[in-house]
T-cell receptor, first 113, second 115 residues
Framework: DQQVKQNSPSLSVQEGRISILNCDYTNSMFDYFLWYKKYPAEGPTFLISISSIKDKNEDGRFTVFLNKSAKHLSLHIVPSQPGDSAVYFCAASDEGGSEKLVFGKGMKLTVNP | DSGVTQTPKHLITATGQRVTLRCSPRSGDLSVYWYQQSLDQGLQFLIQYYNGEERAKGNILERFSAQQFPDLHSELNLSSLELGDSALYFC??????????????FGSGTRLTVV
């Protein structure tokens, strides 16, 4: 049972445009949502998070939106840069229960110059 | 350098063998998590230790075991290896109770190939 789903395996955008990465979840007990970025031959690195009591969190070029009623979150990258090309993982946790993060399968983003 | 150290980076071994993967968490972090990433799969949670004690268990096979030592480093032991155990194994660490709020810090992983 996959509790965190990233249904699109890849996305390609032009430099300077917006990248929108989507994620759906099924567990209503999740109270924190995170995005990680992973380059080849490296471990995932934390990018941005959002609490379930918020609907938006912004950090520079990265904004995460949360729609609890739809159990959906998205990561917006504006403007996209070639260095953003990586695999992005959506993750969620239930802090009141287990602290472990549940990850989606990842999405490969390619930003073309 | 994330501060989480995993050794070895690469490991090639034969079916039926046993291997040990090692992880040193970031300074000050008490929790250690082990994840497995197989081909076309996301990061699958295996097990968590907090300050030396097992805290949570995921889809970890009975052939696999882990422990966290007094100096907080952790080892993941994989035995009776099968071809399907070939994967990237990541260790991550976090401050106590901060898995969701602050995220984990991951190591660069150990790539295990079983032949």
């Amino acid at each position: 049972d996959q509790q965190v789903k990233q249904n699109s395996p890849s996305l390609s955008v032009q430099e300077g445009r917006i990248s929108i990465l989507n994620c759906d979840y099924t567990n209503s007990m999740f109270d924190y949502f995170l995005w990680y970025k992973k380059y080849p031959a490296e471990g995932p690195t934390f990018l941005i998070s959002i609490s379930s009591i918020k609907d938006k969190n912004e950090d520079g070029r990265f904004t995460v939106f949360l729609n609890k009623s739809a159990k959906h979150l998205s990561l917006h990258i504006v403007p996209s840069q070639p260095g953003d090309s990586a695999v992005y993982f959506c993750a969620a946790s239930d802090e009141g229960g287990s602290e472990k993060l549940v990850f989606g399968k990842g999405m490969k983003l390619t930003v073309n110059p | 350098d994330s501060g989480v150290t995993q050794t070895p980076k690469h490991l090639i071994t034969a079916t039926g063998q046993r291997v040990t993967l090692r992880c040193s968490p970031r300074s000050g972090d008490l929790s250690v998590y082990w994840y497995q990433q197989s081909l076309d799969q996301g990061l699958q949670f295996l097990i968590q230790y907090y300050n030396g004690e097992e805290r949570a268990k995921g889809n970890i096979l009975e052939r696999f075991s882990a422990q966290q030592f007094p100096d907080l480093h952790s080892e993941l032991n994989l035995s009776s290896l099968e071809l399907g155990d070939s994967a990237l194994y990541f260790c991550a660490s976090s401050v106590a109770g901060g898995g969701g709020r602050y995220g984990y810090t991951f190591g660069s992983g150990t790539r295990l190939t079983v032949v």
